[in-house]
């Protein structure tokens, strides 16, 4: 029986898998890759074992217009407060890679 019970192979990831996401992480270095976008991370979680984490950050923009344009469906609609006091009329967000983000 390979990795089927507590002790084995599924185990041992599924336990890394809920220490990541539910414990404490004390990040000792972030780092950029060659993809922009794409960072390293090394953390130290509250079990002592070092953990090395590929973290992806998106483009996030806000876009607020006073009139809808025609439904894309690919922007969200959201509703926040704004800076400054103004106001929100039709409020999207809109996310991209890196990447996308450094082609135009």
């Known amino acids: 029986k390979r990795g089927g019970g507590p002790g ?4 041992f990831f599924q336990s890394v898998h809920y220490s990541m996401l ?3 992480w004390d990040v ?7 993809t922009p976008g794409i960072f ?8 002592r ?7 992806e950050v998106p483009r996030i923009f806000y876009v607020n217009t006073r009139f ?3 439904d894309t469906g690919s922007n ?3 509703s926040r407060k704004l800076p400054f006091g ?12 890196e990447e996308r983000y450094q082609e135009h």
């Open 76 to 78: 969200k609609g959201i």
């Open 22 to 24: 539910n414990r404490h």
């Open 8 to 11: 084995g192979l599924t185990g």
């Open 68 to 70: 809808k344009e025609g």
């Open 86 to 97: 103004k106001t929100c009329f039709n409020l999207e967000e809109v996310r991209m890679t």
């Open 49 to 55: 074992s070092m953990q090395r984490i590929k973290l």
């Open 40 to 47: 390293t991370v090394w953390a130290v979680l509250d079990d």
């Open 28 to 34: 000792v270095q972030i780092c950029e890759t060659s």
